[in-house]
């Protein structure tokens, strides 16, 4: 049998025995070749002097660790000017002088510290017959190459967070090979600069919409075309247009009550009101401009409306139905209302009356309604709080019907308004949305928001336009819906034309050209997985080795 062919043994080595111990399988190697090349002067001798014996590791065969002992040969040179008398027979590619490990086996331990890392890379390594330590892992690991030659035309350009807040890299991504070339250990504007200066034959950047990378492309690669991002574009158009419905939460709200149907009958009324626009500038509303006040408003008015409910005698899981909320926040902000409300809309913390909630709630049920009978018996059983926390509680409950029917009852008499669950986070993706994408109901309650306010309508039709423009690259378009924005007087789309003014071109190229940073996307949650699997235990050069290296 050829045992070389069976272990796939380079020309020139033949097994001249075979052992096996214990889980060991060791091949004793002899060399055949007639000749062998001198390493300094590159002329062949067949002038055997002696030979030794190396010990080195080969990949596992058939879940055995394999043991190979060479009988490697000296020769003389025989060229006089050779400053090298006597040499070793060179074994490359399939072992290397003075290794203790074959090519291939080295190449496995490579795979396996790229995969897993050092710790889990040795803890790994014995189940596929392969012995080795963290340390030799991590060694033939940053022993790769650390650079890539290749030149790139496309590059898209995006950070990606060490720890989130705190510390940030750089990753650069072949948009055309969709392989990344590099990782920078931070940010800034002059590591990302140098690293461009190094690539001349740049023509495109994608990057996001900050400041930071478009100052990198300016002036590390002039020559270029930067390419705003559509992603990042629209997720800022989505930021402000969560902004204007959280704003106009309490017109909408409002409004719908107007032009619900049953309403209407009783008022015996059947015309459709339609909107109407004013081509006058607004009065300025004392909340645009304010992410935070613009949430805050949206928030204080889903209080109010819990509250209305409240004293309409619906119970919390009713509520909370109605509303889209969770019932424990439902409980939460009847009992102590919501950050930062006014203190009268507020319930102080009431700690000491919490373990006499039960027995407050079992003889409400009971039909006791007499708040100075109820505050007698929790004096006597060891309440020291006072009576006004008592009360306010007991008015929390009025109206609330005690037996399961009464609440059933109480919940269909009370009747369901329209866009009761309204909600800024959940309604803007309504209008970002192809309008075809939208179910039946998706699109009832849309025209319903778009009829109860002016504003919300005018900002439909803005963001349908524009998304109309990213979605098949109508770049062209752009200047004209920039001044329809203008003339529509909407502090936060103002804030939009602004920045889109400022970064132009950029906005225009990611508007016209196909690049985007889709791709570069996917390479960071790669990064990510990678990141996340060293634990934290390793640093930035073992990550960038890993990242470039990755299978």
């Known amino acids: 049998m050829d045992f070389s062919s069976l272990f796939a043994l380079p020309d020139g080595l033949e097994v001249a025995e075979t052992s096996i111990t214990d889980q060991v399988l060791t091949l004793f190697l002899e060399a055949s070749a007639p000749t062998a090349i001198c390493p300094l002067c590159g002329l ?8 030794y014996t190396r010990h080195v590791a080969d990949v596992p065969s058939v879940g055995r660790q394999v043991q190979l002992i060479l009988r490697v040969r000296k020769f003389r040179c025989d060229t006089r000017d050779c400053p090298r008398r006597i040499f070793a027979e060179r074994l490359t590619p399939f072992v ?3 290794a203790r490990m074959t090519s291939r086996l080295s190449q496995t331990i490579e795979a396996i510290g790229l995969a897993t890392g050092g710790e889990l890379g040795s803890r790994f390594a014995p189940r596929l017959g392969v012995v080795t330590s963290p340390t030799t892992i991590l060694r033939r690991t940053m022993s790769l190459p650390a650079q890539r030659s290749e030149q790139v035309s496309r590059l898209g350009i995006d950070d990606w967070s060490f720890r989130r807040g705190r510390q940030f890299g750089t990753i650069l991504v072949n948009l055309a090979t969709h392989e990344i070339i590099d990782l920078l250990p931070d940010r800034e504007t002059e590591t ?9 034959e740049i023509d ?5 919409r900050g400041e930071d990378y478009a100052s990198a492309a300016r002036f590390g690669a002039p020559q270029a075309r930067q390419v705003a991002d559509r992603f990042h574009l629209a997720q800022n158009l989505t930021e402000m247009v969560e902004e204007i419905l959280a704003r106009c939460r309490a017109e909408i709200r409002k409004a719908s009550k107007g032009t619900n149907p049953s309403s209407e009958r009783r008022a015996g009324g059947d015309k459709e009101p339609t909107a109407s626009f004013d081509t006058r500038p607004p009065a300025p509303d004392p909340l645009a401009g304010s992410a935070h006040l613009a949430h805050h408003a949206e928030r204080s008015d889903r209080y109010h409306q819990l509250l209305e409910l409240r004293k309409e005698g619906l119970t919390n899981k009713e509520i909370a139905r109605r509303l889209d909320m969770a019932e424990r926040t439902i409980r939460r902000w009847i009992t102590r209302g919501i950050p930062y409300e006014k203190a009268e809309l507020r319930c102080k913390p009431r700690k000491r009356f919490d373990p006499y909630l039960p027995y407050i709630t079992e003889r409400w049920n009971q039909g ?3 708040g100075q009978r109820l505050f007698r018996e929790l004096q006597a ?3 020291k709080g006072g009576a006004g926390t008592l009360y306010r509680f007991l008015r929390s ?3 609330y019907s005690a037996s399961p029917q009464g609440r059933a009852e109480q919940a269909q008499v009370v009747p369901q308004t329209p866009l009761q669950q309204f909600s800024a986070h959940k309604v803007v993706w309504w209008f970002i949305r192809d309008p075809s994408d939208l179910g039946k109901k998706e699109q009832k309650a849309l025209a319903a928001i778009r009829q109860a306010s002016p504003t919300a309508d005018n900002v439909y039709g803005l963001v349908q336009d524009f998304m109309q423009m990213l979605r098949h690259r109508e770049g062209e378009r752009l200047d004209v819906w920039l001044g329809q924005v203008r003339a529509s007087h909407i502090p936060e789309l103002q804030r939009f034309v602004r920045s889109t003014q400022r970064d132009k071109d950029a906005v225009l190229a990611g508007l016209t050209l196909p690049e985007s940073n889709g791709v570069v996307e996917g390479k960071i949650n790669k990064l990510k997985l990678i990141k996340r699997m060293m634990y934290g235990r390793a640093g930035f050069p073992l990550l960038r080795q890993r990242v470039l290296h990755a299978l």
């Open 44 to 51: 062949t001798s067949q002038h055997i002097r002696s030979s």
């Open 96 to 98: 290397e002088p003075w």
């Open 192 to 200: 990302a600069q140098s690293w461009m200066q190094e690539h001349p």
């Open 204 to 208: 495109v950047v994608s990057r996001d």
């Open 368 to 370: 006791e309604r007499n």
């Open 381 to 383: 059983q060891g309440y």
């Open 397 to 399: 409950l009025r109206g």
